[in-house]
């Protein structure tokens, strides 16, 4: 066998502690200089509240703050919130958890001088939460369970609830709500934020070139100290450079025309610039808040059948692929419906007992033939629709064919680009089984799993299942954590072992080799959080 | 002559007008729109109401006929409209690349002449010779060699190289400056690129201008300046070389033509911002109004071109009978 180098191990090893809070503790942040990043996406447009997509997170949150955020001190912890315009701790919930009070912050202004107040706050949630008709708003599902969202003086903002709900305070730390003025909303209008930028974020905008870069400049009224007593952000300024080919980013952070990419790279391309440049690269790795499935389309025989599907997960040697697949691609922990780390999630003990978890490969794998024996789909044919993008999607789709294979099944992949992907899965309904994906920012356990329900907007598999609808409406209004924890295994085992409605591979898992120079970032689960970049500092 | 002109700018309006019709209707056959690749590609949780709106923002739940009513008659009134995935005047995205484009398509030109010219001169005047040969193989391999290959190979070069020889590895910069701005950073941007394309174009080039020498040096007049004792330097620069050229910048047109846009791939290797470039991203996000807009442009150019080219003809050789 044979083992990795000193130089890779060391730089490798460097990063994981640093991820892991070991390292940037101290308070000899420098300050100054611009940190060039690279971005693998297209920015559609400025406003938060209606993009999904990290090309626009990436370049454009610098400018703005939120209500609260994910501690960007502790962005693995799936639990840890902080305030970010607001003052003190992020409350608990009163009368039982329907009401949540916010004080805000007395000392924020806006980038051109208006003093922020609960109005803006509350402006901006009404039109994420209660869009005027004919206003996007693309997380208003999230917030479902909000009755209204008042200010109640002059620093004070009151959101009250329909129901309790575990998922109301993650939804209001996503990194997408980004809060406007309301007087900019009022006077300019809700779409004026699409092509203008007017935040009380850590930086403020200098100039945009679609296609090329944005530059945006340090706030010297922002209202977050550093750790030296001074104003935060540390940085003087920021490049997000715009370069869609992975190759090129990584070539960029190689030849040092970038100091970081924030969404991730494969394996290989990790260890090929830890080969090239040993400790000038630090290598943060996490858990990545994205997992891939293979949906059957219920709307088609045999598909339609429990038995062929749960064939078809029993047929996965998930932690042998685990073991092989995380060596190629962004892809490395077994789970189940929730985010491996959170509490909620199911322990390996739980794992093992749903179908296609255990590891006994063998037994798995003959009962599925015995399923598919049973259902009267030996020798199963099927046509995969999977989506045109090598990282995760053609190596994992390429393994489910292999997989599936060994009990027979015949399963012929159709590689489509994006549009035509989309076009079968969300539209025509024109599948067999494909791939499909779950990706969020804020880890929202509650939220998140509605994905499996048969009534979702995001779910493709064509079925109606009453029993499971009605086990989340429970999970949905369970007040402790040790209720959510019971129902959610109820949910888990339905949805995926019973029904088996989707069939998980792997969760994502998260490499960000960056020049060794950028301190006080820490990797978070997803590639939407930590960016606002107002603790980064360069040790140049 | 005129009744010509007249009758060539007529025959423009069907032109344009079938390629509106192919450009519209083959971008609705394929599957999907912008909305879905906006909100749902990146794999969050949207509502189906949210990609409604989106539709019906931007015009997509309208009937075919009136979409392209509303397409075809803004491109008469030179009006492009607004692209779908930005919102921002098209005008204005094409203009923001257009110049990094034409300044990639001058230098790969220049570039071309200045490698294509000496190299097809030498070659054809030492015929069957080691040199001949050699230029032939180094021609033929920059036909064979696609432009974007052999970008990436400069850009890992160029990493490898200064780091051995350095100790830190250099590649060139990845933002665009402006010429003006800073010179040195846009050449040390621009002149990679320049170089990969103008590689492939000068091998083109360089056997046109061979086989067009061969040609003219066996023509009774270079035979006659021979036997009235020439230097045989002034034959080809005077006599065969002038000659020969037509051809060659009839080569070198159409390729400057193809770079302004067609330079898809080595722009995403290099990362140049330019027109390229933005026809794929246009194309990858189903803007329909960037790429329809993008594709009517160069359709335009093309016309315009073979126009003036037509007219340029029956300028110079009075033999071409039009009319």
């Given at each position: 066998?044979k083992?990795?180098?000193?130089?890779?191990?060391?730089?490798?090893?460097?990063?994981?502690?640093?991820?892991?809070?070991?390292?940037g503790?101290?308070?000899?942040?420098?300050r100054?200089?611009?940190?060039?990043?690279?971005?693998g996406?297209?920015?559609?447009?400025?406003?938060?509240?209606?993009?999904?997509?990290?090309?626009m997170?990436?370049?454009?949150?610098?400018f703005?703050?939120?209500?609260?955020?994910?501690?960007?001190?502790?962005p693995?912890?799936?639990?840890d919130?902080?305030c970010?315009?607001?003052?003190?701790?992020?409350?608990?919930?009163?009368d039982?958890f329907?009401?949540?009070?916010?004080?805000?912050?007395?000392?924020?202004k806006f980038?051109?001088?208006?003093p922020?107040?609960?109005?803006?706050?509350?402006?901006?949630?009404k039109?994420i939460?209660?869009?005027p008709?004919?206003?996007?708003?693309?997380r208003?599902a999230?917030?479902k369970?909000?009755?209204?969202?008042e200010?109640?003086?002059k620093?004070?903002?009151?959101?009250k609830?329909?129901?309790?709900?575990?998922?109301?305070?993650p939804?209001v730390?996503?990194?997408f709500?980004f809060?406007y003025?309301?007087?900019?909303?009022?006077?300019?209008?809700?779409t004026?934020?699409?092509a203008?930028?007017?935040?009380?974020?850590?930086f403020t905008?200098?100039?945009?070139?679609p296609?090329?870069f944005?530059?945006?400049?340090?706030?010297?009224g922002?209202?977050?100290?550093?750790?030296?007593g001074?104003p935060?952000?540390?940085?003087?300024?920021?490049k997000?450079?715009?370069?869609?080919?992975?190759?090129?980013?990584l070539?960029?952070i190689?030849?040092?025309?970038?100091?970081?990419e924030?969404?991730?790279?494969?394996?290989k391309?990790r260890?090929?610039l830890?080969?090239?440049?040993?400790?000038?690269?630090?290598?943060?790795?996490s858990d990545?808040?994205c997992?891939?499935?293979a949906?059957?389309?219920q709307?088609?025989?045999?598909?339609?059948?429990?038995r062929?599907?749960k064939?078809?997960s029993l047929?996965?040697?998930?932690?042998?692929?685990?073991?092989?697949l995380?060596?190629?691609?962004i892809?490395?922990?077994?789970?189940?419906?929730?985010?491996p780390?959170h509490?909620?999630?199911?322990t390996?003990?739980?794992?093992?007992?749903?179908?296609?978890f255990?590891?006994?490969?063998?037994?798995?794998?003959?009962?599925?033939?015995?399923?598919?024996?049973?259902?009267?789909?030996?020798?199963?044919?099927?046509v995969?629709?999977?989506r045109?993008v090598?990282?995760?999607?053609?190596?994992?789709?390429?393994?489910?064919?292999?997989q599936w294979?060994?009990?027979?099944?015949?399963?012929?992949?159709q590689v489509?680009?994006?549009p035509?992907f989309?076009?079968?899965?969300?539209?025509?309904?024109?599948f067999?089984?494909?791939?499909?994906?779950n990706?969020?920012?804020v880890?929202n356990?509650?939220?998140?799993?509605t994905?499996?329900l048969?009534?979702?907007?995001?779910?493709?598999?064509?079925?109606?299942?009453d029993?499971?609808?009605?086990i989340?409406d429970?999970?949905l209004?369970?007040?402790?954590e040790k209720?959510?924890?019971?129902?959610?295994?109820?949910?888990?085992t339905?949805?995926?072992s019973?029904q088996?409605h989707m069939?998980?591979t792997?969760?994502?898992?998260?490499?960000?080799?960056?020049r060794?120079?950028?301190k006080?970032?820490k990797?978070a689960?997803?590639?939407?959080l930590?960016?606002?970049?107002?603790?980064?500092?360069?040790?140049? | 002559?005129?009744q010509?002109?007249?009758?060539?700018?007529?025959?423009?309006?069907p032109?344009?007008?079938?390629?509106a019709i192919l450009?519209f209707?083959?971008?609705?056959?394929?599957p999907?729109?912008?909305?879905?690749?906006?909100?749902?590609?990146?794999?969050?949780?949207?509502?189906q109401?949210q990609?409604d709106i989106?539709?019906?923002n931007?015009?997509?739940?309208q009937?075919?006929?009136v979409?392209?009513?509303d397409?075809?008659?803004?491109?008469?009134?030179?009006?492009?409209?607004?692209?779908m995935?930005t919102?921002?005047?098209i005008?204005?995205?094409?203009?923001?690349?257009?110049?990094?484009?034409l300044?990639?398509?001058i230098?790969a030109?220049l570039?071309?002449?200045?490698?294509?010219?000496?190299?097809?001169?030498?070659s054809a005047?030492?015929?069957?010779?080691?040199i001949?040969?050699?230029?032939?193989?180094?021609?033929?391999?920059g036909?064979?060699?696609p432009s974007?290959?052999?970008?990436i190979?400069?850009?890992l070069?160029?990493?490898?190289g200064?780091?051995?020889?350095?100790?830190t590895?250099?590649?060139p910069?990845i933002e665009?400056?402006?010429?003006?701005?800073?010179?040195?950073?846009n050449?040390?941007?621009?002149i990679?690129?320049?170089v990969?394309t103008?590689?492939?174009y000068?091998a083109?080039?360089?056997?046109?201008?061979?086989?067009a020498l061969?040609?003219?040096?066996?023509e009774?007049y270079?035979?006659?300046a021979?036997?009235?004792?020439?230097?045989?330097?002034?034959?080809?620069?005077?006599?065969?070389?002038?000659?020969?050229?037509?051809?060659v910048?009839?080569v070198i047109g159409?390729?400057?033509?193809?770079?302004?846009?067609?330079?898809?791939v080595?722009?995403?290797?290099?990362?140049?911002?330019?027109?390229?470039?933005?026809?794929v991203e246009?194309?990858?996000?189903?803007?329909?109004?960037?790429t329809?807009a993008?594709?009517?442009?160069?359709?335009?150019?093309f016309?315009f071109?073979?126009f003036?080219?037509?007219?340029?003809?029956a300028?110079?050789?009075?033999?071409?009978r039009?009319?």
């Amino acid at each position: 066998m044979k083992f990795p180098s000193l130089k890779f191990v060391v730089p490798l090893a460097a990063g994981l502690a640093l991820s892991f809070g070991m390292a940037g503790t101290a308070s000899a942040q420098k300050r100054g200089g611009i940190l060039n990043f690279v971005v693998g996406s297209k920015i559609p447009s400025y406003d938060g509240h209606i993009e999904g997509t990290f090309g626009m997170i990436h370049p454009i949150r610098p400018f703005y703050s939120t209500l609260i955020r994910v501690n960007p001190d502790n962005p693995q912890s799936p639990t840890d919130f902080i305030c970010d315009l607001c003052v003190g701790d992020v409350p608990k919930g009163e009368d039982g958890f329907t009401k949540y009070v916010f004080k805000i912050r007395e000392d924020v202004k806006f980038h051109d001088g208006t003093p922020l107040t609960a109005d803006d706050i509350t402006a901006t949630y009404k039109k994420i939460i209660f869009p005027p008709e004919g206003i996007a708003s693309a997380r208003k599902a999230f917030f479902k369970m909000v009755d209204s969202v008042e200010s109640t003086g002059k620093y004070e903002v009151t959101f009250k609830l329909k129901f309790p709900s575990g998922s109301f305070i993650p939804s209001v730390a996503m990194p997408f709500n980004f809060v406007y003025s309301k007087k900019d909303l009022d006077e300019k209008g809700y779409t004026w934020h699409k092509a203008n930028i007017n935040g009380t974020g850590a930086f403020t905008f200098v100039q945009h070139q679609p296609g090329s870069f944005v530059e945006g400049k340090k706030y010297a009224g922002y209202h977050h100290m550093g750790a030296d007593g001074k104003p935060k952000p540390y940085l003087d300024g920021y490049k997000a450079i715009s370069a869609p080919k992975m190759a090129l980013r990584l070539q960029a952070i190689r030849g040092d025309r970038a100091a970081i990419e924030f969404r991730g790279f494969p394996p290989k391309a990790r260890d090929d610039l830890v080969k090239a440049l040993g400790d000038k690269i630090t290598v943060q790795e996490s858990d990545w808040n994205c997992a891939l499935f293979a949906t059957p389309n219920q709307r088609r025989k045999p598909f339609d059948d429990a038995r062929v599907r749960k064939a078809l997960s029993l047929a996965l040697d998930r932690w042998g692929g685990s073991k092989y697949l995380s060596q190629i691609a962004i892809v490395k922990t077994v789970g189940g419906v929730v985010f491996p780390n959170h509490p909620l999630a199911a322990t390996k003990e739980e794992l093992v007992k749903l179908a296609g978890f255990g590891t006994d490969v063998k037994a798995n794998r003959k009962e599925a033939r015995r399923l598919l024996k049973e259902a009267g789909a030996e020798n199963l044919k099927m046509v995969f629709n999977n989506r045109g993008v090598d990282q995760p999607y053609k190596v994992v789709g390429t393994w489910l064919i292999d997989q599936w294979k060994q009990i027979g099944v015949e399963a012929e992949q159709q590689v489509n680009p994006s549009p035509v992907f989309y076009a079968k899965l969300r539209k025509k309904s024109d599948f067999d089984v494909s791939i499909d994906f779950n990706c969020q920012s804020v880890v929202n356990p509650i939220a998140d799993v509605t994905k499996f329900l048969g009534s979702a907007g995001n779910n493709y598999g064509g079925y109606k299942d009453d029993v499971l609808e009605k086990i989340y409406d429970r999970l949905l209004r369970a007040g402790t954590e040790k209720e959510q924890r019971v129902i959610m295994r109820e949910f888990e085992t339905r949805a995926l072992s019973d029904q088996v409605h989707m069939i998980p591979t792997l969760w994502w898992y998260k490499i960000n080799p960056h020049r060794s120079y950028v301190k006080g970032w820490k990797i978070a689960p997803s590639h939407y959080l930590n960016q606002s970049l107002d603790q980064i500092w360069l040790d140049k | 002559m005129w009744q010509y002109i007249l009758k060539r700018l007529f025959l423009m309006i069907p032109t344009l007008l079938g390629a509106a019709i192919l450009i519209f209707f083959l971008l609705r056959l394929i599957p999907g729109d912008v909305c879905e690749i906006k909100l749902a590609g990146a794999g969050l949780y949207v509502d189906q109401e949210q990609i409604d709106i989106c539709r019906k923002n931007l015009g997509l739940d309208q009937p075919i006929l009136v979409q392209f009513w509303d397409f075809f008659s803004g491109f008469l009134t030179f009006d492009l409209g607004t692209s779908m995935w930005t919102g921002r005047a098209i005008t204005y995205e094409l203009a923001l690349r257009f110049e990094l484009s034409l300044q990639v398509a001058i230098m790969a030109t220049l570039t071309a002449i200045l490698i294509a010219i000496p190299l097809g001169t030498i070659s054809a005047v030492r015929q069957n010779t080691w040199i001949d040969y050699f230029v032939r193989a180094f021609s033929i391999a920059g036909i064979a060699i696609p432009s974007f290959w052999l970008g990436i190979m400069i850009i890992l070069g160029l990493l490898i190289g200064t780091q051995a020889w350095f100790g830190t590895p250099w590649m060139p910069p990845i933002e665009y400056v402006p010429l003006w701005v800073d010179p040195w950073a846009n050449l040390s941007q621009l002149i990679w690129p320049a170089v990969a394309t103008g590689y492939r174009y000068s091998a083109v080039a360089t056997r046109m201008t061979r086989s067009a020498l061969l040609e003219v040096l066996r023509e009774d007049y270079i035979r006659t300046a021979r036997a009235k004792g020439l230097k045989e330097k002034l034959i080809i620069n005077r006599h065969a070389l002038k000659n020969s050229m037509l051809p060659v910048v009839t080569v070198i047109g159409i390729e400057f033509a193809f770079l302004m846009g067609g330079l898809v791939v080595t722009e995403q290797v290099f990362n140049l911002n330019g027109l390229g470039k933005l026809f794929v991203e246009s194309v990858t996000n189903q803007d329909f109004a960037l790429t329809q807009a993008l594709v009517m442009v160069v359709v335009s150019v093309f016309i315009f071109t073979n126009f003036v080219v037509d007219i340029l003809y029956a300028w110079l050789d009075p033999r071409i009978r039009y009319a």
